[in-house]
């Protein structure tokens, strides 16, 4: 069957990079389309206590079990199933199971640092880097924590400023040099998603042919 086609979607926090990629499964969500987040690889914290965990810098490299996503996309490439973690933003911890993800023909890996680590960019067969103004990441990354985390409005600002902004042009805005496209506005960018959707046709094609 051939190697599956593993595409990458990149973007700081806020971005829109989520939407694009759930957007690309939904549309090929009957199809051999399969998605990982990175945000289900941050490390397990089973050892930290509660205040200890809200501490933690979830915006440096280092919060992320990178070993274990590179173990899992590689089993993937390799049409080998796997048992991907389930992150609990309101505990700061993993959940004790687990989700088996199937292997499929295309791959779609979302995260804002997955172009950070070379081990794992350079499994991507295309890269792609959402690009965003950083007044409108910071308004969508205010209502998402608050509505979807039950975080508060000044733990969501304190928390930008403190750590979430300077990561990101420390860590996530250079690896945009990586990045095979680039989409300006995310989700909003329906040209984009439309070439984008066009491609995976054509590969899931090629596979179906091959």
Partial sequence: MGHPVLIGVAGGSG???TTVATELYRQFQNES?????QDSYYKDQSHLSMEERVL????HPFAFDNDLLM????ELLA???IQKPIYDFKIHNRQPNTILVEPKDVIIL????ILEDPRIRDLMDIKVFVDTDAD????????RDIEERGR????????YLSVVRPMHLQFIEPTKRYADVIIPEGGYNRVALDLLSTKIRGILAEKQFS
């Fill in 15 to 17: 971005s829109g990079k």
């Fill in 71 to 74: 173990f899992h996309l590689q």
């Fill in 56 to 59: 933690t810098n979830y915006d």
């Fill in 33 to 37: 389309v399969t998605l990982i987040e």
């Fill in 136 to 143: 409108v990441r910071i308004v969508r990354r205010i209502q």
């Fill in 110 to 113: 979302e995260g804002m640092l």
């Fill in 152 to 159: 508060t409005l000044d733990s969501v600002v304190n928390q």
């Fill in 79 to 81: 049409r080998r199933p």
